[in-house]
C-alpha cells in the first residue's frame, strides 16, 4: 500500500489560514469517508486532531477542519496560532490496512 | 485518564527478535481495538498491525507480514507486539494506539525506540 501525498511543508502567518491536501486514490481516501489528520509535535506522540474526514474529536479548537472531495483530503486551520507550528500527518482506511500521509511540516511564520 | 506505556524496545542485532509491551489503564481494554504504529527517525508514521477488542482478527503492513505478531492479553491491560527477523529497516519508534472511531486513533503511547543494528 503506497503512502498518501501530502506537501512537504506549508506556512502561514498568524490568524492567517492555511490548508494541506493529502491525495491517495479510490483505494483508500476515495473510497472510505475513513479519513484521519493527526498533529506531531518534535519528540511528542501524533494527537488525533480529525477524524471521519471532518469530525473533531472533544477538545480539539473548531480553527480545525476536514474535508474530502474524490481522492483528495484537506485539512484547514484557521486562525493560525504559534502552537500550531507542528508537523501533520493523514491517514485512510485502505481496506483492512491504514495507510499514513508523508507529512506536511506546518510552520507559523 | 487513558494511558498507554510501551516497554521492551533496544538495541537487537539483524535477524534477531524483540517482543514490544503496552500496558494500558484508564479504559475498558477489553473493548477496544488497538494498533502498533512506527516511525522510523526523522520519518513519517507508518502503521504496522491492528488486532480486535478480543483479539480474534489481526491485520499487518506488508512490510512486516510473516514476521511481526499482534496479540493482547485482556486479563493483563496489555497490547505486544513480537518482532522477529528483525532488519535495519525496522528501527523506529514504536507507538501503541487505541482505535477510536473506525481507524482513527484517539490515545498514542509515547513509544519506545527499537534500534536493529549489527
Known amino acids: 500500500q503506497s503512502a498518501l501525498t501530502q506537501p512537504p511543508s506549508a506556512s502561514g502567518s498568524p490568524g492567517q489560514s492555511v490548508t494541506i491536501s493529502c491525495t491517495g486514490t479510490?483505494?483508500?481516501?476515495?473510497?472510505?469517508?475513513?479519513v484521519s489528520w493527526y498533529q506531531q509535535h518534535p519528540g511528542k506522540a501524533p494527537k488525533l486532531m480529525i477524524y471521519?474526514?471532518?469530525k473533531r474529536p472533544s477538545g480539539v479548537p473548531d480553527r480545525f477542519s476536514g474535508s474530502k472531495s474524490g481522492n483528495t483530503a484537506s485539512l484547514t486551520v484557521s486562525g493560525l496560532q504559534a502552537e500550531d507550528e507542528a508537523d501533520y500527518y493523514c491517514s485512510s482506511y485502505a481496506g483492512s490496512s491504514l495507510v499514513f500521509g508523508g507529512g506536511t511540516k506546518l510552520t507559523v511564520l | 485518564q487513558v494511558q498507554l506505556v510501551e516497554s521492551g524496545g533496544g538495541v537487537v542485532q539483524p535477524g534477531r527478535s524483540l517482543r514490544l509491551s503496552c500496558a494500558a489503564s484508564g479504559f475498558t481494554f477489553s473493548s477496544y481495538g488497538m494498533h502498533w504504529v512506527r516511525q522510523a527517525p526523522g520519518k513519517g508514521l507508518e502503521w504496522v498491525a491492528v488486532i480486535t477488542y478480543d483479539g480474534s482478527n489481526k491485520d499487518y503492513a506488508e512490510s512486516v507480514r510473516g514476521r511481526f505478531t499482534i496479540s493482547r492479553d485482556n486479563s493483563r491491560n496489555t497490547l505486544y507486539l513480537q518482532m522477529n527477523s528483525l532488519r535495519g529497516e525496522d528501527t523506529a519508534v514504536y507507538y501503541c494506539?487505541?482505535?477510536?472511531?473506525?481507524?482513527?486513533?484517539?490515545?498514542w503511547g509515547q513509544g519506545t525506540l527499537v534500534t536493529v543494528s549489527p
Open positions: 471521519e474526514v471532518s
Open positions: 479510490s483505494s483508500d481516501v476515495g473510497g472510505y469517508n475513513s
Open positions: 494506539a487505541k482505535r477510536f472511531s473506525g481507524w482513527s486513533l484517539d490515545h
